[in-house]
């Protein structure tokens, strides 16, 4: 591959079993199992028919998910769930605490500052806890309450069927935490708190390779150009400490520019 060549965030493999099939501007990843397809997120509205076309891209159907699995509840991560569940009929699932965004008990969604109406509310159908975890064949997903972002951030580590680990912190954008934001919606800072403890729970985890719930987190488009200059092996056990190094620095960052409320 030329690498002066520009090249476009599109579907890949990063693994056996592990898929991305979002945009540039969300992630959603695709897990193969022996029971069926999972997703993670779903993106912005606009992503549905890029979302299905991937999913097919990649050499699955639709009507193969299984499973749903939500970080948090901002609209640019469930806007597609309904649909996916309409081709499929899978199981959806999201934090106890946002499920409440979904459904419109608390108006969090980001709808409004990301300039989206309202979808339709809908409950999922399995409301997660810290530390619940499943299994879909070889394939086990634990999830680890690490609110900040929202009140019912989940994290993913997913151990696939070679017992590669990857993982994703589910949400670490700093918008939510800003004192603006918390004043609006009568929030608390307590949130950069928490955000803070959700890192070091996370950095007991041990994960081969990391994922983000939007691309440049992860530095999904440079693992994409690996892959197309060969690189069959995307593991990494240092990134996910330097991801979360890189988190600390920028929470204590804010906390020192924004006073609390």
């Known amino acids: 591959m030329d690498n002066n060549q520009t090249i476009e965030l599109c579907a890949f493999k990063m693994h056996e079993g592990l898929y991305f099939i979002g945009h540039e501007e969300v992630s959603v990843h695709l897990i193969s199992t022996e029971e069926g397809i999972i997703i993670l997120d779903t993106g912005y509205p606009f992503m549905q028919q890029l979302i299905i076309d991937n999913i097919y891209k ?70 997660l806890e810290d530390g619940d975890e499943f299994t879909f064949g070889s394939t086990k997903i634990k999830c680890i309450l690490t609110p900040g972002h929202t009140a019912g951030v989940m994290s993913y580590v997913i151990t696939l069927a070679d017992g590669t680990v990857a993982a994703m912190h589910g949400g670490i954008g700093s918008n939510s935490m800003l004192s603006s934001f918390l004043r609006k919606y009568g929030l608390s800072s307590d949130c950069r708190i928490q955000f803070k403890e959700g890192l070091t729970k996370l950095a007991k985890e041990k994960v081969d390779i990391v994922l983000g719930n939007h691309p440049e987190q992860s530095k999904t488009l440079e693992k994409l150009i690996r892959v197309l200059n060969g690189d069959t092996d995307l593991r990494d056990p240092e990134e996910w400490d330097r991801f979360l190094a890189w988190n600390h620095r920028r929470i204590d960052k804010l906390m020192r520019e924004e006073e609390p409320v």
């Open 58 to 127: 990649m050499g699955f159907d639709p009507k193969n998910i299984i499973a749903i699995f939500h970080t948090h509840g901002h609209v640019d991560h469930f806007a597609n769930t309904q649909k996916l569940v309409e081709l499929s009929g899978a199981k959806t699932y999201i934090s106890r605490i946002d499920n409440d965004i979904l459904n419109g008990k608390v108006d969090l969604s980001w709808a409004n500052e990301l300039g989206w109406e309202h979808l339709p509310y809908f409950d999922c159908d399995v409301l």
